[in-house]
């Protein structure tokens, strides 16, 4: 009975008001961000912190905004392509704007742009702050902080895409715009039931996390906390030592392994966990990831075994300070900042990769590097060999020109936008180091650099003017640079004119 009323509910507020894709996803985004508040003020009131009845009324104004504007809207008959960029875009200023008022009105940050990038940090798993010191604060706002890396991790729009009884032909548009990656992946003919089975594929993830956590050690808010932030990769914690606070080598593995799964495809673990092996064996991407993974760790241990040998201490600070880059985490436990300049370059060069597409770590994604490989590789024999047909390929699969020419244009587009940025940052008064490693880890999502921005710091050490670069550049990393330009593009003639 409840879940049939539930679902008329649902049916009812998509099927009449006004028809509006935008301000329908938008409003319900906002509501499932407004419920994210409320469970931050519960946490708050069992923890007798100071901020519980400012977080309550806070997320009870944000669901009922949301969900009157998600009721009084409407998904339209037909979903234009460029409906589908504003609705990603606008989603994620909202998220930003919405995420950044309980950090303003409890006071735990005084000046909105700070409160802003916190927000955009957190909602971007990108992982950098400004809070500081970072312990001090309640409970509630802290565990704000890793839920807002939980619903961007997966991403709010996927979950949105999943709750919607239905978006037409631009369900699967939205999931792709979303999802990072240069391409969708249906898991079921059905885009809803995609969007669920991702999400359900990532609850599950986050809830074995948080028993692996408290059996290692953590309590329960320290292990929920973390697994929010592991799972998303998103690497805020509620300690100044991040995950070196608790000083464990269990929960170090524990982590290590969490990170590099939550670096792989979703879609692919999914396959596995049914059953199916053979699509994640035969992947070439994820070959390559274990591949970097290992060879880096490797060539980090080795590189720094003048300074402190080789044992399981420096095996495991090795492995771990690779894949907290790799899959765009940021957790620290050891000072790479610290270590030889060799290692350092290696980490500097890996900040704006990521891991695979479809997982929800940052970066441009090692597909798109494979990619361009093949690409490199085949204008290399046509200098040979003019007449030269040759596909380009990841693996078995063949890359379809379009989409070959679409992961160009974002690496082109990447690589500008990341020296405009460095630049940019540079002429605040930073140090060249720190302005490249600032641009790089901002765009690729990672949190913590290189420089006066290193894992021991925060970004404070950057101006107001250089931090607002870096939450442009931390949006554009999420949604992958182009749903934001097309978004742009498209609002001054976004009435009237047909996709």
Same mark, same amino acid.
């Given at each position: 009975m409840v879940t049939r009323s539930l679902a008329t509910l649902i049916q009812r507020g998509s099927s009449e008001g006004r028809p509006s894709l935008v301000w329908h996803v938008i409003g319900l985004s906002v509501a499932v961000a407004g419920l994210g508040v409320i469970f931050s003020g519960i946490v708050d009131v069992l923890d007798g912190g100071p901020d519980a009845s400012t977080l309550l009324v806070l997320g009870l104004v944000f669901f009922f905004i949301g969900a009157g504007t998600w009721w009084e809207t409407a998904v339209p008959s037909r979903v234009r392509i460029v409906d589908v960029f504003v609705v990603v875009t606008g989603s994620w200023l909202a998220l930003a704007v919405v995420g950044a008022m309980p950090y303003l009105l409890t006071g735990t940050l005084d000046r909105f742009d700070d409160a802003l990038f916190e927000s955009i940090s957190g909602f971007t798993t990108t992982g950098a702050t400004v809070l500081h010191p970072i312990e001090g604060n309640s409970a509630g706002i802290l565990m704000w902080r890793a839920i807002s890396q939980w619903f961007g991790g997966m991403g709010v729009i996927v979950l949105v895409v999943a709750v919607l009884p239905s978006v037409g032909a631009g369900g699967m548009d939205l999931l792709s715009a979303e999802a990072p990656g240069p391409t +969708?992946?249906?898991?079921?003919?059905?885009?809803?039931?995609?969007?669920?089975?991702?999400?359900? #594929?990532?609850?599950?993830?986050?809830?074995?996390?948080?028993?692996?956590?408290?059996? =290692? +050690? @953590?309590?329960?808010? $320290?292990?929920?906390?973390?697994?929010?932030?592991? #799972?998303?990769?998103?690497?805020? /914690?509620?300690?100044?030592? /991040?995950? !070196?606070?608790?000083?464990?080598?269990?929960?170090?593995?524990?982590?290590?392994?969490? @990170?590099?799964?939550?670096?792989?495809?979703?879609?692919?673990?999914?396959?596995?966990?049914?059953?199916? =092996?053979?699509?994640?064996?035969?992947?070439?991407?994820?070959?390559?990831?274990?591949?970097?993974?290992? +060879?880096? /760790?490797? *060539?980090?241990?080795? %590189?720094?075994? !003048?300074?402190? !040998?080789?044992?399981?201490?420096?095996?495991?600070?090795?492995?771990?300070?690779?894949?907290?880059?790799? /899959?765009?985490?940021?957790?620290?436990? #050891? $000072?790479?900042?610290?270590w030889s300049d060799a290692s350092q370059i290696l980490l500097f060069f890996l900040l704006p990769v990521g891991a695979m597409a479809g997982s929800t770590s940052g970066g441009v994604k090692l597909v798109r590097v494979l990619a361009v490989g093949s690409f490199g590789l085949r204008e290399t024999l046509r200098q040979l060999h003019p007449r030269l047909v040759r596909p380009i390929r990841?693996?078995?699969?063949?890359?379809?020109?379009?989409? %070959?020419?679409?992961?160009? !244009?974002?690496?082109?587009? %990447?690589?500008?936008?990341?020296?405009?940025?460095?630049?940019?940052?540079? @002429?605040?008064?930073? $140090?060249?180091?720190?302005? *490249?490693?600032?641009?790089?880890?901002?765009?690729?999502?990672?949190?913590?650099?290189i420089g006066e921005i290193g894992p021991t710091n925060d970004f404070t050490a950057l101006g107001r003017v250089a931090r607002g670069v870096t939450m442009v550049q931390m949006l554009l990393g999420r949604l992958e640079i182009y749903p934001v330009l097309l978004a742009l593009a498209a609002v001054p003639g976004l009435r009237g004119r047909r996709s």
């Open positions: +969708g992946e249906r898991l079921t003919p059905r885009v809803r039931q995609t969007a669920s089975r991702l999400w359900v #594929v990532y609850l599950g993830f986050t809830v074995l996390l948080v028993a692996a956590y408290v059996v =290692a +050690g @953590m309590s329960l808010y $320290d292990g929920v906390a973390h697994a929010f932030t592991t #799972v998303s990769t998103g690497g805020f /914690s509620p300690y100044n030592g /991040s995950l !070196g606070h608790f000083g464990s080598a269990a929960i170090e593995w524990i982590c290590i392994v969490a @990170m590099f799964i939550a670096g792989g495809s979703f879609t692919l673990w999914y396959r596995l966990l049914r059953g199916s =092996a053979g699509p994640l064996l035969a992947s070439l991407e994820f070959r390559t990831y274990a591949l970097v993974v290992a +060879g880096a /760790s490797t *060539f980090t241990l080795l %590189a720094e075994s !003048g300074t402190t !040998g080789i044992d399981h201490d420096a095996l495991r600070g090795s492995v771990f300070s690779v894949l907290t880059i790799v /899959s765009t985490t940021g957790y620290g436990t #050891v $000072d790479f900042g610290a990841i693996g078995p699969s063949v890359l379809a020109d379009d989409v %070959a020419n679409r992961v160009l !244009g974002f690496l082109v587009l %990447a690589l500008a936008i990341f020296g405009a940025g460095a630049v940019a940052i540079a @002429m605040t008064g930073v $140090d060249v180091v720190t302005a *490249f490693a600032a641009s790089a880890t901002s765009l690729g999502n990672v949190g913590p650099g």
